[in-house]
Each structure stands twice: as structure tokens, then as C-alpha cells.
T-cell receptor
Framework: NAGVMQNPRHLVRRRGQEARLRCSPMKGHSHVYWYRQLPEEGLKFMVYLQKENIIDESGMPKERFSAEFPKEGPSILRIQQVVRGDSAAYFC?????????????FGPGTRLLVL | DAKTTQPNSMESNEEEPVHLPCNHSTISGTDYIHWYRQLPSQGPEYVIHGLTSNVNNRMASLAIAEDRKSSTLILHRATLRDAAVYYCILRDPLYGSGNTGKLIFGQGTTLQVKP
């Protein structure tokens, strides 16, 4: 069973461009979480999705950021009109359930650099 | 979510045991105690979790105080590969109350392992 996959691993964008980050959860996992880690800071929750539904987006910036988890295919975190402050590592995690004793499995992350 | 407090950093010598403390004085009776670690330039990975009893797995042991207000992650023989940031996280199973299972990361403890 392959782990959580994220691509690209590194992404360079110029200010004003769009960034699309993809996350393929582990097989059989229907719960996906996105986290952001700004340089020299801890991880912050962004959004929680189940298939075709956004369940909790309390950590998402109000503008320019969106996420989806379609019925088929990977989860996508989309950042429109990127700014330098969006430069960060973005991690996704998946789990089969959301029980408190359940483990979240993290991908290797996408490191976004905005020039 | 209940808050956890960890030392910012700790040092250990290779092949010696390491005890990483975590205080969680406001823990509720149903909170699970989880530990994750993040190696340099990688995504977080699950280490261990427990509720009331001490727990052992192939990576580490978790010792939970009788009053559950603190816990200690024990690495029995630190290796250079154990150098990472270790996060102690409480997870509330009361999903019906709006908790969606997201992980709330603090600053963690940066463990340095000296050869």
C-alpha cells in the first residue's frame, strides 16, 4: 500500500500565478487534511475534506485559496494569484476514519516558492 | 482543544535513552495523547498514542501520568536518525461537537542527537 503521495514536491511560481498542489491519499482513505508550514513555524491546519465535500475549512485563508477532493482523482489545493507570503511547505494527510485514536498519514509535502 | 506544553529543545547522546516530556494539565477525560515527529525536510510521522495506560511500540514508549496531566515519550536508544521535532498532541473524540479530527500542532521539542 503506497503512502500518501504529493506532487509536485517543489513548485516555483511568480507572483500572480496560480499554484496547484495535488495529494493522493492512501488506498482506502476517504479523509484528507491539508496543513501549511511557513518557514521556521509549526504546522497549521488548513482544510479537511471527504470525497466531494469540504467538511472544515476553518484554517483556510478567506481569499485565493480553495480545495477539492473529487469522487475520482487526487485532492487539489489551489492557490490563485500567489504572493510571496504563500511560500511554505504544504502537507496533506489522510486517514481511514476520524476517530480520536486514528493515525493520520502524511505525505512528503510540496514546497512552494513564490518569486 | 486542550493545550500541551513541551520544552523547545533537548539534547541526547547517541545510543542513550531520551525522555521527552509533555504537560497537558487541562486534558479532558476522553482526550487521546498522540505523538508525531517531523524529520528535517519531511512530513510528520506518527510515533505513538495512548489514553490512560502506558504504551509500547517498535519506535518508542509512552508513559502517561496517573492523573493524565503529563506524559513522556521515551526513545530507548537514540540514534542520529531520531533527530527531529517531536509534537505532543491531544485528540478529542467528541466529533459530534464540531471537532473534525484535525491535528493542532504546537511548537514541539527539537531533539538533537550527538554522536
Amino acid at each position: 500500500n503506497a503512502g500518501v503521495m504529493q506532487n509536485p514536491r517543489h513548485l516555483v511560481r511568480r507572483r500572480g500565478q496560480e499554484a496547484r498542489l495535488r495529494c493522493s491519499p492512501m488506498k482506502g482513505h476517504s479523509h484528507v487534511y491539508w496543513y501549511r508550514q511557513l518557514p521556521e513555524e509549526g504546522l497549521k491546519f488548513m482544510v479537511y475534506l471527504q470525497k466531494e465535500n469540504i467538511i472544515d475549512e476553518s484554517g483556510m485563508p478567506k481569499e485565493r485559496f480553495s480545495a477539492e477532493f473529487p469522487k475520482e482523482g487526487p485532492s487539489i489545493l489551489r492557490i490563485q494569484q500567489v504572493v510571496r507570503g504563500d511560500s511554505a511547505a504544504y502537507f496533506c494527510a489522510s486517514s481511514p476514519y476520524i476517530r480520536a485514536q486514528e493515525t493520520q498519514y502524511f505525505g512528503p509535502g510540496t514546497r512552494l516558492l513564490v518569486l | 482543544d486542550a493545550k500541551t506544553t513541551q520544552p523547545n529543545s533537548m539534547e541526547s547522546n547517541e545510543e542513550e535513552p531520551v525522555h521527552l516530556p509533555c504537560n497537558h494539565s487541562t486534558i479532558s477525560g476522553t482526550d487521546y495523547i498522540h505523538w508525531y515527529r517531523q524529520l528535517p525536510s519531511q512530513g510528520p510521522e506518527y510515533v505513538i498514542h495512548g489514553l490512560t495506560s502506558n504504551v509500547n511500540n517498535r519506535m518508542a514508549s509512552l508513559a502517561i501520568a496517573e492523573d493524565r496531566k503529563s506524559s513522556t515519550l521515551i526513545l530507548h536508544r537514540a540514534t542520529l536518525r531520531d533527530a527531529a521535532v517531536y509534537y505532543c498532541i491531544l485528540r478529542d473524540p467528541l466529533y459530534g461537537s464540531g471537532n473534525t479530527g484535525k491535528l493542532i500542532f504546537g511548537q514541539g521539542t527539537t531533539l538533537q542527537v550527538k554522536p
